[in-house]
C-alpha cells in the first residue's frame, strides 16, 4: 500500500479542528448541496458508502439512507462513532475495502483523491472505489485549471516546500477514472476557474443510461 502523509496525519488534535474550525460554514454548506445535488440523480438508493468518513461531515447528510462510514483515522471516526442513525462505523483502507462486490449503491469519496501521491494509486483507489458499487461513485478531486491551484503553486516554490496535496487535469483524472471502469455523469464545482475543488458523479460502465452530461 502506498504511503502518503494524509494516512497517518489525523490524530485527534488534527481530528478536533477538522470536526470544529477547519471549515468556513459556507464552503461547508455549499459542498453538502452540491453533493447532495449529484447524488440525488441516482434516485432512488438506499445503501451508501461514505469513504473516507472524516469527522462525518458528508455522513451527516445522509442519514435517510442506510449508510456505513469507514476511514484509517481511530480519531475522525471518534466523532462519527457518536452520531445517531450512521448503520455501520469502520476503520479500515480503502485501498483494500472490507466488503463484497458491488456492496452499496452509491459510493462516496469527498476531499480525498487529491492526497493520494501518484497515479497508480489514484487508480487502484477508484478501482476499489468502483468495485463495491453497485451503480454510482460520487467522488471530488482538485483539477489543475485553478486559480487556487496557482495560488498554491507560489506558496510552495517560495516556502521552498513541496505540497501534499495533487491537483490533475480534467482530462488526465478522467482517463484514470475510465480505467477504473468509470464513467462520468455529472461534473460540478462552486467556482470555475478559481476553486479547484470538482465533485463528479459517475457510473459503473456497465450500469443504465447517464442521467446527464459531464
Ligand atoms: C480531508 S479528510 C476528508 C474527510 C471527509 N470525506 C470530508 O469531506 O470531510 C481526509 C480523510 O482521509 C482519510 N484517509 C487518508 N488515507 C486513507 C485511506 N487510505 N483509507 C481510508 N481513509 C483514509 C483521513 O484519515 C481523513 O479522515
Known sequence: MADYPARSKYDDAVAENYATVRFDPKVDLRERKIVRGLANLCEPFTTMLDAPCG????????????????????SMLKHVQS???VHSVLQGDIEKLPFPDGTFQL???????????????????????????????LVTYFDTFALQNLRRWFKQRRR?????????SWSTFSEIARRAGLEPVKRRCSAPGFSEQWF???????????????
Open 83 to 85: 452520531m445517531q442513525g
Open 160 to 168: 521552498k516546500r513541496p505540497g501534499h496535496r495533487l491537483s490533475r
Open 200 to 214: 463528479v458523479l459517475f457510473r459503473k460502465a456497465s450500469t443504465g443510461a447517464p442521467k446527464g452530461t459531464a
Open 107 to 137: 459510493v462516496l469519496s469527498v476531499r480525498f483523491l487529491h492526497h493520494l501521491p501518484d497515479e497508480g494509486t489514484l487508480e487502484r483507489c477508484l478501482t476499489e472505489l468502483a468495485r463495491v458499487s453497485s451503480g454510482h461513485v
Open 55 to 74: 469527522t462525518g461531515r458528508m455522513t451527516g447528510e445522509f442519514l435517510d439512507k442506510r449508510i456505513t462510514a469507514l476511514d484509517v483515522s481511530a
